[in-house]
């Protein structure tokens, strides 16, 4: 198991959050008595202010939030406001012991909307501020810098959710694409040492931690940065932390995405090893280069592509070896990884077609297994290109008001948002050919997250157009899948136990001291009454208890 993250988010578009409007309503919200709250329909109304919320999450949003002294002070405002009234509510319902076990499940459902509010207004607004200073170190915050920075801490903190899947090693590739000018402009602000140490990180055959490529075209400049860690031994955390750390210090990066003109297009990606040892030449994205019979890099279609891999493709061996036959060219002795072939094969048919959307059909077409991958190439700079084939891997692409974020499980999105589209590996475009089975999305710069500008085909590059329907709402958010500050999930688990039980009981059952009884408020959505019944009458004598996991240890 791999995992992969990224984002296609490419405009501040301005759009401005209704702030006054959001928190007149949060203020009655939480105004309601709370005998009136199941009463006036506050479980509908935190709904409704959790969908709205998720504008805060968009970059102008955060902008204005990281700026302005004032709106940062209201939104603090609204974090307390709700711990406040949680807590507030909490209490309420531990002390009234009149109310039935239907309300008490009502109530619940008020709290975890409330909560799932509170949460992504402290945790996923709020939390996120400080991640920017992880990056940005003292320099100067120009709107340019802030904007790439939002940007990459994104692609990072969900890739780290992804470490679960797989944590040996770490990559995130981040294309920048300037005007001709503004690059010529930049490569004269270094002179001596930073010059020659520029030039020296465009000359690694591999793509390893550090390397750059550079591609003029016509009146741009498209720059490849790669950051990678590779790490047989490590813990949860240590991957992504190093890359925070390379970034950061990286001037040249940061200088790069000052200009006006500067587009970015970042992924990542998080690996367990399973083909090829683990090593940065290994780590994803990897690119097309390839070596002649000198032993001189290069590739086919004279343009950069990047990729990343999470499955495994099965004829990967057969694949290198007609790219030798055919070609005269091999990949570095260096690399291992079957993921290398696809940008490889892309660049080979790359060369021959000349259309990146007829090249990336064939490549996944001829690539045999269960996989999912993403690729950007210089040939199609605006659009990033997403297959799934099989059933062993997933991917889901949430859509975000002004742009797309994507990830290889739906806890790599909801911090973003909730919307998403779940990509399909297994259904057949053509029924009864298994042949025919998976889903290419091609995402574009300009689709502003909506899903009717995701470009659908089938793996044979028939068109298959999506429709709202395929368009769903997630059950989860970060809150359900934080690990705080646990070293492992399991440890997690086993320390919120004690907690966990008390608040699936509360409620349940009422004790009285003088005399000592125990009133249980179960009612019949909890246990029908026949059972209820059964019981009384002593016809029911054993009672099993079914589980799966650590919960089937405890039945």
Known sequence: ??????????????????????????????????????????????????????????????RQIGGDVAVRGMVELWARDLTSWEGRVTEYLARDTSLESAELENWNRVLVQARDLLWAVREDVLAFLPRLDKLLLDRERTPERLFQAWKLVVALENIGRMEVRGRDSCGICCRITVKDPEYKEFLSSWEGEQRIHWETRQQPNDFVNGTVRVYPVGERVEVLFSYKVAQEVGALGDNVRALYGDIAQDDYFWNLVSYPSAVSLIYSHSRWASNGIISEP????????????????GNLSSHMTTACVNGDVDNYQALKARLTSDKKRHISHNIGTDAKIVPVLFDYHLSELKSPEAAFCKMVEECEGSFAVVLETTADPDRLYLALKGSGQSRFVG??????????????????TPHFIRMEGTREHVPGRADTAGQILILSRDGQGRWNRIRALSITGEEVPLDEKDCRSAEITTRDIDRKDFRHYLHKEISEAPSSVEKTLQGKFVLSREPFQVR?????????????ERLGKGEIKRVLFIGQGTAAVAG
């Open 520 to 532: 249980m408020n179960l009612d019949e959505t909890v246990i029908p009454r026949q059972i209820f």
């Open 282 to 297: 290994n780590c994803h994205p990897v690119d097309e280069v390839t070596l002649n019979e000198a032993e001189s890099a």
């Open 399 to 416: 859509l975000m008001k002004e742009g797309y974020v994507f990830a290889s499980e739906l806890y790599g999105v909801v911090e973003q």
């Open 1 to 62: 198991m791999c995992g992969i993250a990224g984002l296609l988010y490419e405009k501040d578009l301005g759009r401005d959050f209704s702030w006054k409007e959001f928190d007149q309503d949060l203020n009655a919200a939480l105004s309601v008595r709370f005998e009136d709250c199941l009463k006036d329909g506050l479980e509908a109304t935190f709904v409704e202010l959790f969908e709205k919320a998720q504008g805060l999450k968009e970059f102008s949003a955060i």
